[in-house]
């Protein structure tokens, strides 16, 4: 299953201290922070953007929590369809495919209406 696929690990503040570098992660996540909470979007509309890109990239496992999370903040199933949609028309059937195999999967945890 898709969702079985491991995440990316949350910055590492051990090697940050390790090698001198905690202000820059620091610097980095206060610039994420800043991105999400102050961007013109607004949520539902970044999570769908966040879907997307991951389907495009080909990451299943971060496309997949970025779904349910646009679900969360209201996106339809019809919505989410059209950005796999787009994802065919930008990235090919490759990432279609993924987009789809990522949906039938939230759909079938309860991810539906």
Not at 16 to 33: D, N, P, S, Y
Not at 45 to 50: G, T
Not at 51 to 57: A, R
Request: proline content about 8%; cysteine-free; overall charge negative.
């Amino acid at each position: 299953m898709l969702g079985s696929i491991p995440l990316p690990p949350e910055p590492n503040l051990g090697v940050a201290e390790l090698t001198g570098r905690l202000e820059a992660v620091e610097a980095i996540e206060a610039l994420r922070r800043v991105l999400l909470t102050e961007n013109p979007l607004g949520p539902k509309s970044q999570q769908l953007v966040h879907f997307g890109q991951l389907v495009v990239l080909g990451h299943a496992g971060l496309a997949l929590r970025h779904a349910a999370a646009a679900r969360r903040s209201g996106a339809t199933p019809k919505e989410l369809i059209g950005v796999v949609e787009t994802a065919l028309v930008t990235a090919g059937m490759p990432a279609y495919r993924l987009g789809i195999a990522v949906l039938e999967e939230l759909l079938a945890d309860g991810g539906g209406p």
